[in-house]
């Protein structure tokens, strides 16, 4: 059964439940089976978790994703899934005070502030990777080791995009500079104003 076994590094079950959503979103039950069979996840489609979850687990779906799905679809896939992790975060994890205060501040030092948050609670989108940010003109995160690590990243770009633009600056992007998954030793976000450098 998904989630057993103690003593494993753990991430938050969104990792999971929102990329259900967005598989059903993409291509109904039979895609999101489809998926979660080949990463051995089944049962979570009927019994979706409710805590934390084994890092292993996110990661094998991630990865079933990327490798299952032609590039584009699986970026869209894994780009709507962070969105929906964002949203969630917003919904039920930040305090409206403290996104009130932040949103009133200017984007230089709500930037930092929120990354503050953001390092603080890493474990639960990063399990066992280590997090470091950097402040400045355009903000960096890298998560080194980054288990849940995909081509691009385009589940942690939208998970930490969604959060900037509705928290600091609505024009923010994030740009993954270097990822695990393509052979880095971490991968970096990079948080930039304006039009995305093409």
């Not at 959503?21 to 049962?43: D, K, N, Q, V, Y």
Request: aromatic fraction near 6%; glycine fraction near 8%.
């Amino acid at each position: 059964m998904p989630g057993e076994g103690a003593g494993v590094a753990r991430v938050g079950p969104n990792a999971i439940t929102q990329t259900a959503a967005s598989l059903r979103a993409a291509g109904g039950e039979t895609l999101a089976r489809a998926m979660f069979g080949a990463a051995g996840l089944a049962p979570y489609l009927s019994a979706p978790p409710d805590e934390m979850v084994a890092e292993q687990e996110a990661a094998r779906l991630h990865a079933a994703i990327a490798a299952g799905l032609p590039p584009a679809q699986a970026a869209a896939v894994a780009r709507d899934a962070g969105q929906r992790t964002g949203a969630y975060i917003l919904a039920h994890r930040i305090p409206k005070p403290v996104q009130k205060l932040l949103r009133w501040l200017p984007p230089r030092l709500a930037a930092p502030v929120l990354l503050a948050a953001i390092r603080r609670h890493a474990w639960t989108f990063a399990g066992s990777g280590d997090v470091t940010t950097t402040a400045g003109r355009s903000p960096v995160l890298t998560i080194a080791r980054n288990p849940l690590a995909t081509p691009g990243c385009p589940w942690h770009c939208a998970v930490l995009e969604t959060l900037f633009r509705a928290l600091v600056a609505a024009d923010t992007h994030v740009e993954e500079t270097a990822c695990c998954a393509t052979g880095a030793s971490a991968c970096r976000f990079v948080f930039r104003r304006g039009a995305p450098e093409r």
